[in-house]
């Protein structure tokens, strides 16, 4: 395990991205203010062009850290601010980009003479990532191009939020969710990121650059595409489903006595797993497959669902867990198929808080986050999301400071102080 830690030290290591340098014009639309963070993090030259303070203002409950918002002193790691001057200081800095991010207005930039057909005349290698609720083109696009853009609203127009939510509450109580963070915005801007990156590729091969468009609307829709396919083989809209999942079943959160688990059962040798350890065997011939398990008669699922709960609420969760853990699956017997439907083995894993997360060593091990000090007062951000041996990512700027220093802290975690510039 030491080995493996060594192996993705960032020590004297390169970016793979370096000398790559990308202008971001992205106003107060996230999804291109994560696109221009990921990038910086791999070691592009990420030049932040900010019109005026609103993108600043937006945060959670009124909180700043060193009097920024939360997502853009998070989404501002890496990269350079400058403040818009004018028109032909953004046009010197586009001329000189590889990849520029433009998420405003469809049309806004090259009403100003300084859009993709404009920028791209004179300079015919750069990659224009556009970032815009319904895109550049169609009716649609056309319609709706002086809405601004919002995770919500993304959300909104998928339908995303209709299958969110409890299938035992009807009526009026049966509204629609949203989910509790931007998942369109940060889909829509790990797209972009990924589509800058493979036009590069594309670029060293042809040595021209072109135009990405990257709608947030269509972020989520082509992301969940399981719900649009069980709707046309059922010839119905999916409904809320909740723990009743169309794929797997059971698949969701569940209670115990003592809090809440994430139960999942694969393949059927893992439900009579689970049969097993909860001492209801009795019920194995009626849902034995797969089949008897997912259907579109919500009814018949619940059915299955009440009797769960009602065991799973026997037992703590520590006590499933464990239970889960001296099920056996596979081995020699698992191979004998006469004997199979005696094998299998629940996946049990404990529903933890934020803040235990936080907690947990493995986290800070893996430096999943950084511990910074801004002002005397120690912040917790979040760090790069992959690991990679030979050319790490890596946060080293936040805004107004350097990310540097010896690893601190007890929790054997990558805490990092921040000092002004």
Not at 225 to 232: E, M, S, T
Not at 340 to 352: C, E, H, N, T, Y
Request: overall charge neutral.
């Amino acid at each position: 395990m030491k080995d493996r830690a060594e192996l993705f030290s960032e020590e004297n290591k390169d970016f793979a991205f370096r000398g790559v340098t990308v202008v971001e014009v992205t106003g107060t639309n996230f999804a291109g203010m994560i696109a221009g963070a990921l990038l910086a993090e791999l070691g592009a030259n990420v030049i932040r062009v900010d019109f005026d303070e609103s993108p600043k203002e937006v945060t959670h409950f009124g909180v700043k850290v060193d009097g920024y918002g939360i997502p853009y002193f998070v989404e501002s790691r890496n990269k350079e601010i400058v403040k818009f001057e004018n028109v032909e200081q953004l046009r010197k800095l586009m001329l000189s980009a590889d990849i520029v991010i433009d998420a405003m207005k469809p049309g806004y930039l090259d009403s100003l003479g300084i859009g993709y057909r404009q920028i791209s005349s004179e300079n015919p290698k750069v990659i224009y990532v556009a970032v815009s609720p319904y895109g550049h083109f169609t009716e649609k696009a056309r319609e709706f191009s002086n809405v601004p853009d919002s995770d919500l609203t993304a959300q909104a127009y998928n339908g995303y939020p209709s299958l969110i939510g409890n299938p035992y509450l009807t009526g009026e109580l049966s509204y629609p969710l949203r989910a509790g963070f931007w998942v369109a915005w940060t889909m829509a801007g790990v797209n972009a990121a990924v589509g800058a990156l493979l036009a590069l590729i594309e670029r060293e091969k042809s040595g021209k650059g072109q135009f990405l468009d990257i709608a947030t609307h269509d972020a989520i829709a082509v992301t969940h595409i399981f719900p649009a396919l069980v709707g046309f083989l059922f010839n119905k809209s999916r409904t809320k489903y909740g723990t009743l999942d169309y794929i797997s079943y059971p698949f969701g959160i569940y209670p115990t006595k003592d809090g809440y688990i994430a139960l999942a059962t694969p393949h059927d040798p893992d439900f009579r797993g689970l049969l097993k350890i909860l001492g209801r065997w009795d019920l194995e011939p009626d849902w034995r497959f797969s089949i008897d398990r997912i259907s579109d008669d919500i009814e018949r699922i619940k059915e299955i669902e009440t009797i769960l709960n009602n065991e799973l609420k026997k037992y703590t969760t520590k006590e499933l867990i464990e239970k889960a853990k001296k099920a056996t699956r596979g081995g020699f017997f698992g191979r004998i198929k006469a004997v199979r439907r005696f094998m299998g083995r629940p996946i049990i894993v404990k529903l933890i808080t934020l803040k235990e997360v936080l907690e947990e060593k493995h986290w800070w091990i893996r430096k999943s986050f950084l511990k910074v000090r801004v002002d005397s007062r120690e912040v917790v951000i979040p760090n790069v999301a992959f690991k990679m041996s030979e050319t790490p990512p890596r946060v080293l700027k936040l805004v107004k400071g350097v990310v540097r220093g010896d690893e601190v802290g007890d929790s054997g975690g990558a805490g990092r102080e921040v000092s002004e510039e």
